[in-house]
Nanobody, 115 residues
């Protein structure tokens, strides 16, 4: 079974940094895409960033471009989301999501940015 384990959330002050990790297991080869979504209190879930293991291409939402960086360690099958210059509006539960022939969600990790 495919499993995604997200970690790295926490409490940080405005302007601070956090690195989220999404450890993927159960993929038996081939390429896939892994994305980070987030959902703030009372808000809809929104896409933050995605990376394609086929060519390493990445995508960022306008709200995080230039502050967040997504990367992948293919040996560890782990995707990272480096978040810098954090703002209170980045406060949310962050979820990792993988898709190939099917879609998979990991559990969320809470990021709280204090003002």
């Amino acid at each position: 079974d495919v499993q995604l384990q997200a970690s790295g959330g926490g409490l940080v002050q405005t302007g601070g940094s956090l690195r989220l990790s999404c450890a993927a297991s159960g993929f038996t080869g081939g390429d896939y895409a892994i994305a980070w979504f987030r959902q703030g209190s009372g808000k809809e879930r929104e896409g933050v960033s995605v990376i394609n293991t086929f060519d390493g291409s990445t995508y960022y939402a306008d709200s995080v471009r230039g502050r967040f960086t997504i990367s992948i360690d293919n040996v560890k099958n782990t995707v990272y989301l480096q978040m810098n210059s954090l703002k209170p509006e980045d406060t949310a539960v962050y979820y990792c999501y993988a898709v190939r022939s099917a879609a998979y969600w990991g559990q969320g990790t809470l990021v709280t940015v204090s003002s």
